[in-house]
C-alpha cells in the first residue's frame, strides 16, 4: 500500500521559515520524481517545486529564491524548506509522487498525500 504522509505545516508569521516533509513507502522511492503542489482557497492546485529521481529540481516563480526542494533517498523523504514566507503563500501543500515512462513520456504511477496545512498570518 502506497503512501506519502506530510509534516512541518503549521502558523507562521510573515518572513518566517517552514520546512515540510512527505515520507513514502509502498513504493521504490528512487524510482519516483517527487513534487510539491500546494492550493488555496478557491484556487486551482499548483506546482511549487519537483525534484526528478536524478535529483535534478524545478520550481515556480513565485517560490524560487525562498523555496528549496531536497530529498534523502535513504529515508525515502522529501523535503520542502521554505523561507521568507508570505501571506500568499498559504495553502494546502501536498506531496506527489510521480513515474513516467522516461523522460516526457506518459505517466505510469502518480500518487498523492492528504496535505498539510500552512498558514503565513501576524
Known amino acids: 500500500q502506497v503512501q506519502l504522509v506530510e509534516s512541518g505545516g503549521g502558523l507562521v508569521q510573515p518572513g518566517g521559515s517552514l520546512r515540510l516533509s512527505c515520507a513514502a513507502s509502498g513504493i521504490v522511492f528512487t524510482s519516483y520524481a517527487m513534487n510539491w503542489y500546494r492550493q488555496a482557497p478557491g484556487k486551482q492546485r499548483e506546482l511549487v517545486a519537483g525534484?526528478?529521481?536524478?535529483?535534478?529540481?524545478n520550481a515556480a516563480d513565485s517560490v524560487k529564491g525562498r523555496f528549496t526542494i531536497s530529498r534523502d533517498n535513504a529515508k525515502n523523504t522529501v523535503y520542502l524548506q521554505m523561507n521568507s514566507l508570505k501571506p500568499e503563500d498559504t495553502a494546502v501543500y501536498y506531496c506527489?509522487?510521480?513515474?513516467?515512462?522516461?523522460?516526457?513520456?506518459?505517466?505510469?504511477?502518480?500518487?498523492w498525500g492528504r496535505g498539510t496545512q500552512v498558514t503565513v498570518s501576524s
Open positions: 506527489n509522487a510521480q513515474r513516467k515512462r522516461g523522460p516526457g513520456g506518459s505517466v505510469l504511477n502518480d500518487y
Open positions: 525534484i526528478a529521481s536524478s535529483g535534478g529540481t
